[in-house]
T-cell receptor, first 116, second 113 residues
Framework: AQTVTQSQPEMSVQEAETVTLSCTYD???????LFWYKQPPSRQMILVIR??????QNATENRFSVNFQKAAKSFSLKISDSQLGDTAMYFC?????????????FGAGTRLTVKP | NAGVTQTPKFQVLKTGQSMTLQCAQD?????MSWYRQDPGMGLRLIHY???????DQGEVPNGYNVSRSTTEDFPLRLLSAAPSQTSVYFC????????????FGPGTRLTVT
């Protein structure tokens, strides 16, 4: 079974600075998706960014970017110009790319606090 | 477009009681899932469905039943509630055509006493 590990239970960053959240995963699959989800205090889960394993180029979405290292099975999230609204739990997730599969596995999460 | 809706938002049960958590989506997504979220453990998959009439077990299926008679609805049944099922429950829907992005409902906080 696939496992996802987030080794940083809590992190903090000053407003406007950059922070990187770590994620590693364990799989023998070659074709899969990786995701970062954000959960603010409202409890709503929101997709931040997605990476397809077959794409070598790292995904970016505005201030959010990833460093995808397939051989190392590492998928870190970089948040640039941190804003107070980025304060949330962040979850890394993995899903095999396979017909009729909807089995998504999440890490335990990293609680990020952005300080003014 | 309401997205994914869940009812109720909060529920308190006594040990041994049964109940159904409701989930509906209006995005015509083929796939739907149920997760539970416990402190320090992230989200864990309970059951999922890839279409009407098709369901499969996830990581933590024991104590829960599901069925999918329509594309829109995916109820989760607790047959005999236990304190270990105290958690926040999330329903999600997705589509292979949208690269499996999970759209989540607002969650149901369940307490079993």
């Amino acid at each position: 079974a696939q496992t996802v590990t987030q080794s940083q239970p809590e992190m903090s960053v000053q407003e406007a600075e950059t922070v990187t959240l770590s994620c590693t995963y364990d799989t023998s699959e070659n074709n899969y998706y990786l995701f970062w989800y954000k959960q603010p205090p409202s409890r709503q889960m929101i997709l931040v960014i997605r990476q397809e394993a077959y794409k070598q180029q790292n995904a970016t979405e505005n201030r959010f970017s990833v460093n995808f290292q397939k051989a190392a099975k590492s998928f870190s999230l970089k948040i640039s110009d941190s804003q107070l609204g980025d304060t949330a739990m962040y979850f890394c997730a993995f899903m095999k790319h396979m017909y009729n599969n909807n089995d998504m596995r999440f890490g335990a999460g990293t609680r990020l606090t952005v300080k003014p | 477009n309401a997205g994914v809706t869940q009812t109720p938002k909060f529920q308190v049960l006594k040990t041994g009681q049964s109940m159904t958590l409701q989930c509906a989506q209006d995005m015509n997504h083929e796939y739907m899932s149920w997760y539970r979220q416990d402190p320090g453990m992230g989200l864990r998959l309970i059951h999922y469905s890839v279409g009407a009439g098709i369901t499969d077990q996830g990581e933590v299926p024991n104590g829960y039943n599901v069925s999918r008679s329509t594309t829109e609805d995916f109820p989760l049944r607790l047959l005999s509630a236990a304190p270990s099922q105290t958690s926040v429950y999330f329903c999600a829907s997705s589509s292979p055509g949208q690269a499996y992005e999970q759209y989540f409902g607002p969650g149901t906080r369940l307490t079993v006493t």
